[in-house]
């Protein structure tokens, strides 16, 4: 069993609130595991629990509703109430395991299945999750070898000014293609690159291929040209992205203040304190940041506020939801607003339609992008689009 996000507790209530809730669960499993059941803490926010008398899987089932009912429930500090979650893995002996630790292993198997696909649930070993995760060590073995054969593009999706109407940046967007299995989706292995660590070199490559991209492009007489980066949670939490910035810009000799970089806000909160340092310097140097897929994750307001940004991308999900001028969008308007009134600037994401289009003019929203303007593209399809020299709205 392990509580999901609670890494999140440690870095916004502090450790010893951490700690606090580390006893508080430890009470709930004393009060509901008793002789010859057990359960012990493993480290960290890891906890195992040992069933013993069971006649079937039901049993087991039982007995996880019974312990959840009482983990769910609010955990309150200070007056405010917690919601927290777990994600519990389950293995039965003899058929997932005869030995301690195989149990354990497969039952961390099962438990991380949960983690990654569904969170506060749980779930049985099985041959199936087994399959999954064999199918994940291969793909991330090939990861390797793309790496090392350099099997990475980017295309590039045109960012619009929704005043004048001009196409006055890129976002760069990276395709695994593998000389096999053809285009892969970033969705489907930056998530992996990002468990094993490879998104540092991924990252990298992206970085210094998307600013050389950009220096093509001043050199072919396309000034200004904004060019915006995704940088993943796992760098955003990482000094080095400072030195690496820094050092391309150098080389490169481009103006800091057309490159803008992409974090998601939930990465942003795994660590507020290190990523608003790193954001912090890279603001300093004159880049932009972006806080992308806004609406997704916490949201928090307050951070809004805070946090060292220049943007906010709005996620396509609420772009969606516009079908009519007329409807009312209320959220749309509001972070609008909202976003204005906190001097940042806004794209909104995922614009398909001309409605969707026109009530964002309508409301003042700043920049767009969206299949309606272009799909992500090459960097030759991107250099006969700057030809064109389009309006687009
Ligand atoms: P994102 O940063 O939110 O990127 C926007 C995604 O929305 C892109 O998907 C883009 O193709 C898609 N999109 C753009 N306009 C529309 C539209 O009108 N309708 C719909 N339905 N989709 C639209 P893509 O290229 O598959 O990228 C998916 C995600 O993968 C990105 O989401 C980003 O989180 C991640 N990603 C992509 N490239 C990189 C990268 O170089 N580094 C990192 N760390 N992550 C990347
Ligand atoms: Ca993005
Ligand atoms: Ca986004």
Known sequence: MDIDNFKH???????????LFLKYISDILKSQVKIPDFAARLSGDEFAIIIENINDKNDVINRIQILLKHLRKPWMLDNHEF????????????????????????????????????????????????AENVKQIIMINELRHAIDNEEFALVYQPIINLNSGKLIGVESLI??????????????????????????????????????????WEEQGYPHIKMSVNISGKRVTN???????????????????????????????EDINTSTRVLKELRDMGVKIALDDFGTGYSSLTYL?????DIVKLDRNFIKGISNVGQSNVIV????????????????????TKNQLEFLILNNCDYGQGYLFSKPVTEKEIEKLLLENLIYV
């Open 9 to 19: 507790i440690n870095d916004t209530l502090g450790h010893m609130s951490g700690d």
């Open 83 to 130: 919601f927290i979650s777990f994600s519990i893995g389950v293995a039965i002996y003899p058929e997932h395991g005869d030995t301690l630790s195989l149990l354990l292993k497969n039952s961390d198997i099962a438990m991380y299945y949960v983690k990654k696909n569904m969170k506060d649930d749980y779930c049985f070993y099985s041959h199936d999750i087994q």
């Open 175 to 216: 395709r695994w293609i593998d000389p096999i299995k053809g285009v892969i989706s970033p969705m489907e292995f930056i998530p992996l690159a990002e468990e094993t660590g490879l998104i540092h070199e991924i990252g990298k490559w992206v970085l210094k291929t998307a600013l050389f991209q950009k220096k093509t």
């Open 239 to 269: 000094s080095d992205l400072i030195n690496e910035v820094r050092e391309l810009i150098l080389k490169t000799n481009l103006n800091s203040n057309e490159i803008q970089l992409e974090v998601t806000e939930t990465a942003v909160m």
């Open 305 to 309: 506020e805070r946090l060292p940004i």
């Open 333 to 352: 308007e509001s972070v609008i607003k909202l976003t204005h009134d906190l001097n940042l600037g806004i794209v909104a994401e995922g614009i398909e």
